[in-house]
């Protein structure tokens, strides 16, 4: 079960040009291109003819022209070519799904295309503002994407997965607070007086201890923004004054590709050393360990749950109640789409 | 489903000898082997005793012998050894198929072994008349049989994904005749004066337009036979009085293996320049690529149809006249087969 | 549907030591260890907080912690530490299974746990005791447990399937004498005068016809110990006291994994030369094929049995007698078990 009537991250901006890229979403496949003139396009990536793939197809101006039998059809999924033939049956008409191009990401909307209002776009300014240094990528995770969110609302893992990288004993051993507003989850950890995690001294360079930060924003149905950070302990935690201080957006944008694999769309947004190639290579490829790392874990925790016959629950302790409010919310925006409420959660 | 009281295509004349041959056909395991005299046996491919594939065992004289227990069947399925003891238990019996051999294919029915009547076996004489050279050969298909015959009723494709052989422009844009003929689908495109295809120039070394036929014939429940050709523009359309026509018939005999594969039968016979053996190297060639090309085509079609739940049809439009006419024929006929109606549709 | 209440080899005592060791069980995933005392250990390889695989993380004294939140838990399931809060919910509980140490195998008992009475492991005393050299080795099999137990109490096949090592015609004409004994099948084979198997050969330097015999015994749910030994034809059929005798103890711990695999412990335990190294790398290796030949065998036997929708039976000749014994006994424990009747068969 998916939420449909809801914005999804489907490409980069950087990945979508004058081919067609095909790509599953919430077990639907699309196709989509950019226009003459840059714009996108989305359609179902099935010929409403005979069904075959119009992703490996041809696109012809602004149309695509599907690859078994030459049928074409417009950005609005109008059919305007049948071979052979010059009446075109109005029945021949491919789904055509809303899209949008907003903070360097591709977005296309699931459910009912008159509820798609781009303003319930959520808020990834950290890809795109002034100030920021983002470090892009995308990754596959064999896991649905409830699993996904869950890592990220509960970092307690850091410790236990991500010693190399971003873990710290202050992560698991810090309570959280967390807090509900609304459709969002808001869950905070400050750890005053800790050890550096290792990517943050390769970073920053921190030689003494930290008070380090972590501010989770939850946004339905799978965006999570973690704004992390530290300074040298007892300087002032205030990014924006602190010269010494580290802080960047961790930008998770999750979509469901199947119901048991999700794409992962991320980006690393810092606003110290902007300018530091090397900084930002180094970071890639740390953060991009780091994200295997949860792979292999969310991989395996999939499969445990899918052959287990027992019926027991996943438990929840007291660093879930992020999760925990974060289902809660998504299963009431399921249920009340299901039930035919009106749609349009706010961003 | 599958039309049972039919003859199917199980192997070649050549492939078939004094070894064991296991192939799955109609979602049914066979074992096939030729007697010392010749003559073609089929047998299901379990075991009575404890199913295992008779196939991975040992032809003994004219019976087969269990390579796990040892126990030996003859033509007929009698078990006529049992180890250790005397007396055989009558119920030790393998299925046997009737077979028979025609037009250097082996042909299984699958159905009521007293309907098997072989004047029902459909007419390739192609494969075997004088004046003809027959190019023949064997693919696998991971898509259902239907929608290879669905390929194969409506040439179309040819313009959009055998461009490199078979395809021109023609193909596509012009309509065709379709007729329906008792159990058989008849279908016919003239195309006068186009450009002769780059296999037709190959084949034939045609340097002007031609006139060009395709004459398809479907015969249930899935053998197509095309009759194809051409000659220079303005000249006569028969092959047996223009020099320099060209003509092959490509016969199709297409069988089901499971519900998403599909045994391919192929021939490409021709009527000129039958001694040419390099002639007949390169139509193997082109041929296969193109049959490849289908392959490719028909399994991505398959994939996207088994994983839609819309619950949508496919759509016909003027060139799937064919195609819906065969698919009519073959409801009726499996439904009558299903009904208990007599069986053996005439060939 | 397995016997739960019993005890099943879960590893040999070798591989098991210092490590987490992940192995899936009758369809439930297991995670054993040795504690420092070296005493083993089993839990259920799923975290009762996230279902991770506890397999997966890592051992911290005698207590193992997850990977993913890095919560601890005892040999007796209880959890001891949760990251970031004093108390521990009780719910957090991992599932132990009885696990011991014997005969060179560690077990586990799948069912009630208060019924694991170790008096019931099976009689391997063949391992470990004096006079007895033991050739001990690990495969999987993909079938179930039932098929290689049914292959194992009827060695017609040898003849079939093994004439390279332990095969001869003697087998397969030779009719078995088969015995009910409560829970367990006896089973007897005498063949007098007959060709050494290549193996005999190779293992005992006959040089004439030996007196051969077979005596299997099955125990509940799938063990099964095999006499089998040989005698120049016409001297005394006493190992103890036949100085020219050949005589071994196939063992066969069968262990369900999931419905279609089947863990297969295996020893070959000999009472003459036990000190040739070089014969006991020869009978291994001979061994190890002679399996490796069930092997396909069974794999085979099983997709065939999958795939048939015939609703027909395996059938049973007189060879069966052993297996259709032991598949009654087997209905009936099995039977009995899910109406909730007493647990804990005899060993």
Request: negative net charge.
């Amino acid at each position: 079960m998916y939420l449909k009537n809801s914005w999804y991250v489907a490409a980069s901006a950087e990945e979508l040009g004058r081919g067609l890229l095909g790509r599953w979403i919430c077990d639907e496949p699309l196709v989509m291109y950019r226009k003459e003139d840059g714009t996108p396009v989305a359609l179902e990536d099935r010929c409403p003819h005979r069904k075959f793939a119009l992703s490996k197809g041809e696109l012809v101006g602004d149309e695509v022209q599907c690859g078994y039998h030459g049928m074409k059809f417009d950005c609005s999924g109008v059919c305007t070519f049948v071979p052979g033939q010059d009446n075109i049956p109005p029945r021949l008409k491919a789904r055509v799904y809303p899209i949008a191009e907003k903070h360097r990401w591709i977005w296309v909307w699931m459910g009912e295309p008159s509820e798609a209002d781009e303003d319930l776009i959520p808020d990834y300014h950290w890809n795109d503002a002034p100030g920021w240094a983002p470090i892009m990528g995308y990754l596959t995770f064999g896991a649905n994407y409830q699993l996904v969110v869950d890592n990220l609302l509960d970092l307690t893992h850091e410790t236990y997965v991500h010693q190399a990288t971003i873990g710290n004993q202050a992560v698991a051993h810090t309570p959280m607070d967390t807090r509900v507003d609304g459709e969002n989850v808001l869950i905070e950890r400050l750890m005053i007086d800790c050890d550096p995690p290792p990517l943050f001294k390769r970073a920053r360079g921190f030689t003494t201890n930290i008070d380090r930060w972590q501010r989770i924003r939850f946004n339905p149905p799978a965006h999570i923004t973690i704004d992390a950070g530290g300074v040298p302990t007892g300087t002032e935690m205030d990014t924006a004054t602190n010269p010494e201080s580290m802080n960047w957006m961790v930008l998770n944008a999750l979509t469901p590709e199947r119901a048991d694999s999700t794409h992962y769309f991320w980006s690393v947004s810092r606003c110290f050393s902007q300018d530091d190639e090397e900084l930002g290579e180094m970071i890639r490829k740390q953060i991009i360990n780091t994200f295997e790392e949860d792979r292999d874990i969310l991989e395996t925790q999939q499969e445990l749950i899918d052959s287990d016959q027992s019926g027991r629950p996943l438990l929840t302790v007291n660093c879930d109640a992020g999760n925990a409010a974060a289902r809660k919310i998504m299963d009431g925006l399921i249920k009340a789409e299901a039930g035919g409420a009106s749609a349009g959660h706010s961003g």
